[in-house]
C-alpha cells in the first residue's frame, strides 16, 4: 500500500541551527514527492518537489531535499533555521499510477524554534 | 491575483444536517482538489477534478460526501447526513493542471455538534 512517514512529530531547534526532517514512503514506482509548509493560519505551501534528474532539490526559504531511491526518503533540510521557519511541514508522494490521481500526505512534522 | 478561496471559513451544524462547502479556484486552474484535514493528520485525499469531471473520487469516504463542479471552475463539497466524526477542515487546492503546483485554500473548519 502507498504511504508516507513523517517518524518525528515534534523538532525542537534554536534559531541559527540546521534542520533535517525525515520522510520515508511506500510506492509501486518511482514517486513524485514534495514538501510543503503549513503556517498558523495559513495555507499550505509547497517549498519544494521532486519529479526527476537532480536528486537534491532547491526549494523556497532556504529549504533543500534529498531523493535517495534506496533508502525510500525524501528529507528536508536548511542549514540555519529562523524563527520565522516554525510551522508544520507535510511531506507527500503523488500523483498518479494508472487510475488514480491520489496524492498521499504523511502526518506531519511541527517544528518549534528556540530564540 | 486572487488565490483560492473557501466558503464559510467556520461551518458549525449538527448530526444529521446538509451542508455545502464551496471552493473559488484560482482563475485558469484546471485541476481542483479536495482534502480533509483532522486534528493531527496530513491532508487525506477525498477528489480530483480535471475540468468538470471527477477524474478520481476514490478518497471519498462513503456515499454521503459528493462533490460537484458543473462549469469547470467553482466547486462544491456536499455532505449529507452529517456525523460528528465529518468534523475536521476541508481544505480545496487547484492547479494548472496534472503534475503542476496546488495551490491551497485556507480551509473550511467543519464542526457536526
Known amino acids: 500500500a502507498q504511504s508516507v512517514t513523517q517518524p518525528d512529530i515534534h523538532i525542537t531547534v534554536s534559531e541559527g541551527a540546521s534542520l533535517e526532517l525525515r520522510c520515508n514512503y511506500s510506492?509501486?514506482?518511482?514517486?513524485?514527492l514534495f514538501w510543503y509548509v503549513q503556517s498558523p493560519g495559513q495555507g499550505l505551501q509547497l517549498l519544494l518537489k521532486y519529479f526527476s534528474g537532480d536528486t537534491l532539490v532547491q526549494g523556497i526559504k532556504g529549504f533543500e531535499a534529498e531523493f535517495k531511491r534506496s533508502q525510500s526518503s525524501f528529507n528536508l533540510r536548511k542549514p540555519s533555521v529562523h524563527w520565522s521557519d516554525a510551522a508544520e511541514y507535510f511531506c507527500a508522494v503523488g500523483p498518479p499510477t494508472s487510475g488514480t490521481y491520489k496524492y498521499i500526505f504523511g502526518t506531519g512534522t511541527r517544528l518549534k524554534v528556540l530564540a | 491575483g486572487a488565490g483560492v478561496s473557501q466558503t464559510p471559513s467556520n461551518k458549525v451544524t449538527e448530526k444529521g444536517k446538509y451542508v455545502e462547502l464551496r471552493c473559488d479556484p484560482i482563475s485558469g486552474h484546471t485541476a481542483l482538489y479536495w482534502y480533509r484535514q483532522s486534528l493531527g493528520q496530513g491532508p487525506e485525499f477525498l477528489i480530483y477534478f480535471q475540468g468538470t469531471g471527477a477524474a478520481d473520487d476514490s478518497g471519498l469516504p462513503n456515499d454521503r460526501f459528493f462533490a460537484v463542479r458543473p462549469e469547470g471552475s467553482v466547486s462544491t463539497l456536499k455532505i449529507q447526513r452529517t456525523e460528528r466524526g465529518d468534523s475536521a477542515v476541508y481544505l480545496c487546492?487547484?492547479?494548472?493542471?496534472?503534475?503542476?503546483?496546488?495551490?491551497f485554500g485556507p480551509g473550511t473548519r467543519l464542526t457536526v455538534l
Open positions: 487546492a487547484s492547479s494548472k493542471g496534472l503534475n503542476n503546483e496546488q495551490f
Open positions: 510506492y509501486g514506482a518511482t514517486p513524485y
